[in-house]
């Protein structure tokens, strides 16, 4: 049996690392395998995508596509997923269910903006649940199995027509 002071990695599994500017016998010494002179003898460069002053790549390329800076980002749970919460203990179905509770029992990581509740997977328990926002499935989802479902996102005021 190998005993814990013992243990080594197999013979030529490892290398050990070059040891670099350590006189002229080794090799590497004086510029170290660098060159001479130059940016790219120095420490710190950073020339990656640098293409000798022609126009670069990546800025060549168009522009495609739009982040929308003010866009929200949910917190996306599952019907599988409270199910499956209830099954194994973590939420009383019996109480009221909302972004606090389902972050105490481990189904969502943090709020974000908000919880928005998708359809996927079949939901047995009757449940009392409040979240910003529902797809159709999940809401009738909810209704079917005797449940409630509140949102708490404000519609936005209908466009009222001119005649």
Do not use: C
């Amino acid at each position: 049996m190998t005993k814990l002071n013992e243990l080594a990695p197999r013979e030529g599994s490892t290398k050990n690392r070059m040891r670099v500017g350590r006189g002229p016998g080794s090799g590497k010494g004086k510029t170290a395998g660098r060159g001479v002179k130059g940016q790219k003898a120095r420490s710190g460069v950073a020339i990656a995508g640098f293409e000798g002053g022609q126009m670069p790549l990546h800025m060549r390329m168009p522009k495609r596509g739009f982040n929308n800076i003010h866009r929200k980002d949910f917190a996306e749970v599952n019907l599988w997923r409270l199910e499956q919460a209830i099954a194994a203990g973590k939420l009383d179905a019996k109480k009221a269910i909302d972004a606090e509770v389902l972050i105490a029992a481990g189904v969502i990581r943090r709020k974000l903006d908000g919880v928005k509740l998708l359809g996927k997977g079949e939901l047995s328990t009757k449940l009392d649940i409040t979240v910003y926002s529902a797809t159709a499935t999940a809401r009738a989802a909810v209704e079917k199995a005797g449940g409630t479902l509140t949102t708490t996102k404000k519609e936005a005021p209908a466009a009222e027509a001119d005649a």
